[in-house]
């Protein structure tokens, strides 16, 4: 029996659930997240040999087109056939059935052509679903790719060949799942979201973040996971914050061929442009009128030429992005591009989907930013919380509550080495009180990310989990003046101390002098 | 007299308070907002001509630099000296003041040499404030200035020298406004933010952006403004939307030399560099080990290469938005890279500040986007509300509410057209119910941005103004169900009717045959 036993997925940097991974392939080593550019197994606006020139690793090309017009030379093989000396990735006609209904190839036929072709990274002769089809149609596209995927793997005859099975069902997220969970269980190399293209067309980013999620979620994490016909530099970071590996794309033609030029924040009209906001070979060497003013085919293959280096741009940042472990930031400045795109990133955000917990590094170099109430959804902010559930109060009495210290951590203040010594420190939990986590033991105060963090939030609505967490025989306070978290405190313990609680001792010092004296008081 | 009669500035397009604008000075004429690299006399580590060949029209050098070390070439002239054929224009030692608490030289002594080696835009020697001083002493930081102000301008023997008078006060706004107020009468070319270097380093943009609006308010809009020291990519386009036309910073350098690379969301420091995320041609050329791996001197010039190049690609990308019209969201987005200029632009939005208002366009050719609340303070809604209060409703006696149509504007839908066939349009208001702007009248329903908008906005809390407008004798309301404008309306309709407006008779009907039966019932 034939495995993928040659194949190797190795990653090693993780944010997220996006990921720096290496791939490797028969032909080469590819770093993920990558980008394939679509080319053209005949016509090629751009050669080849200068993609490769420009950093990609890998390109994707189309079996069924090669195999319909270029099966003679089949022998030569695709990365002769296109003049590629990278990864070569086909696509089997799957496209061209959701264009054009049906294509004239058996999927045994085409499998075996892809193998014989000498392709890297195949995939199988799948039945897209497409977006606006009834729910019986989309259940057909996921059995019949599924059927297919399973012939395919029988008549296998190569062991180097990443075989890459669509995960189909289209807007009926139902049946994505089960088509992931059918497909978890086949022995591919590569799994990938199957009809995205619509949903991406019609801006639909919400949808597709329920897709990505409804699928990645029953997939094996070890395998790469390809997103089809993703080329806008719009959503690349947030697919890839989702664990999208691969991606590939002819939008750089297809933009180009509509004279839309690619940008950090998304595509703008040729006639639009009376500036080149990019640094790229292309943009450097002429001006927006000479770019505008260039004959058609030339203007055309000057796009694509920036379009390419705009959206390799938009890898390498999303990379650097995940290896400072600020994806999270950056991903969600990007999305603030367009209202459907933060849309979708408050969706994968609040999804509580497990491998953004596990690819958040638990430490990080640098601190965090929180701008509203979205980033308390930070898998940072919710290991905070699991730490202070976590936290043993059976043992203790007394509360102390201090103001938040200019000096962070807490733990090396001076306020707190002068309360340590008046209070009985068994029976004792001496916190601060901050406007965002509301109260922070002394004992979590110098671990990531309560001591690190940046913001301007306004106060949280809560029900503060320690002051609630047991019925304390005495609360001493300390409130400084114009100290943004005193008011919720103050709400706090007055729902507190109304409850159950009546009989809890509660001081409240408005200066350090009588705050001592009270504490005095407490441990005579 | 001599007045600065020679110089021009003209505004070529305008978004928020940002404009593209064209200064003319002897030597050239330069596009605005500008970065103007600082350039040291002597030692320059990237050479001036290179610093044009990449775009930059203009540089700023230090007068009292050249004035102490190189003042036997002063009859060269300042171009020749530093070897930039573009505009130069020339500090006077105030920085140095703040640095090392005075200079050695006398206002007009420097003034005069600033005028005799050509300079084309010429700062006074003014006397920085700075950041952490006593208010007596920003005080009097305010009148010196001022007194070497009038002094300078009496003493000028040219009229080609634009003169460029910072505005001193520091973080004491009424001084600031003071200072402003005392320059604007002035015969200034050019007027600038005095002392916001320290202000920038702390990140401390809320203050920086009070600073900006406190002395805007009272300086002639046909003057450039100039802000001094910001090199940072993360603030410039947040001043540009403000009205700052002119920058000038060694960051290009200064950065270098700390191995700080510019990226579009702040710097990176070099250590943490895996990807080049940039299309320069430093970039272009090698790899970030390789970088990395340079010696020290061949590293900082490579590095400062880069962050000139992403400087100036900051400065297009902001010129483009503001070409495009969608300088807000550009701003919005480039300042969510930090909660702090984040913060700094919700006052700024929220600041009521005029330029804002006048310099965003009346219509524009694209819709706008909502986020949050915060984009409710965009000029586009104001003037939507503005349209609104303009509205004459005194004939109007009854008010009829359909609900939002996909057709749009509401003007062109096939329900409006059935519905005026029903009732009497003189003595009738039709509305349709938007989530965001509430109830929209037919008549401004075509109006920019209300047809086009898009958002993920939760209704707003609000007390209708068309509702409210007045006692309406009789509501026709249609609810579609779903509609996610139904609660809030209900929630208002609740409202009106309980107070004094309790004779009003409304209908509800849930689909439109009723709904067509009370029309026909009204207006019988």
Partial sequence: MILNSTYRFEIKSTDMAGRIGRLETKTSKIETPALLPVIHPVRQLIPCFEIRQMGYEAVMTNAYTTFRRQRDRADEGIHRIIGFDGTVMTDSG??????????????????????????????????????????????????????????????????????????????????????????????????????????MESYD???????????KRHLPIDRPFHLFGAGHPLIIPLAVALGCDMFDSASYVLYAKNDRYISSGGTIRLEKLEYLPCGCKTCASLKAKELKALPHEERVVALARHNLAAL????????????????????????????????????????NMLEIEMG?????????????DLDLSRPEVARHQERLSN????????????????????????????????????????????????????????????????????????????????????????????????????????NYSTGKNSKTAITVSKNYKSFKRQLEITYR
């Fill in 94 to 199: 799957g496209y061209q059935v959701l264009e054009f209904g049906s294509v004239n190839v058996d999927p045994l036929e085409i499998s075996a052509f892809e193998e014989k072709i000498g392709s890297d990274i195949a995939i199988i002769l799948d039945r897209p679903t497409g977006l606006e089809v009834t729910r019986s149609y989309a259940s057909r596209t996921v059995s019949q790719t599924l059927d297919s995927a399973r012939k395919t793997l029988e008549a296998r005859t190569r062991d180097d060949v990443i075989w890459t099975l669509p995960v189909q069902g289209g807007k009926y997220l139902d049946l994505v799942a089960k088509s992931a969970r059918a497909s978890a269980k086949l022995d591919f190399g590569c799994f990938a979201l199957g009809s995205p293209v619509e949903v």
């Fill in 205 to 215: 980013f919400p949808l597709l973040v329920r897709m990505i999620l409804a699928s």
């Fill in 391 to 494: 936290l043993d109060l059976s043992r203790k009495e007394f509360l102390v509550i201090c103001p938040e210290t200019r000096t962070k951590p807490f733990l090396s203040s001076e306020i707190l080495r002068e309360v340590l010594k008046l209070v009985d420190v068994e029976k004792t939990l001496v916190c601060y009180s901050s406007r965002v986590f509301g109260l922070v033991p002394a004992e979590v105060s110098d671990v990531f990310p309560v001591s690190q963090i940046t913001h301007h939030l306004e106060s949280l609505s809560r029900s503060d989990p320690i002051l609630n967490a047991k019925s304390w025989r005495r609360i001493n306070v300390l409130f400084r003046r114009n100290d943004p978290a005193v008011e919720p405190l103050k709400k706090d313990l007055q």
């Fill in 312 to 351: 390799m741009l938009a890898i390498e940042e999303t990379k650097q992005a995940i290896w400072e472990e600020r994806l999270w930031e950056y991903v969600r400045g990007k999305c603030s591009n367009h209202p459907s795109a933060f849309e979708a990133f408050r969706i994968a955000v609040t999804s």
């Fill in 360 to 372: 958040t590094p638990g430490f990080k170099d640098r601190g965090i930013f929180l701008f509203d």
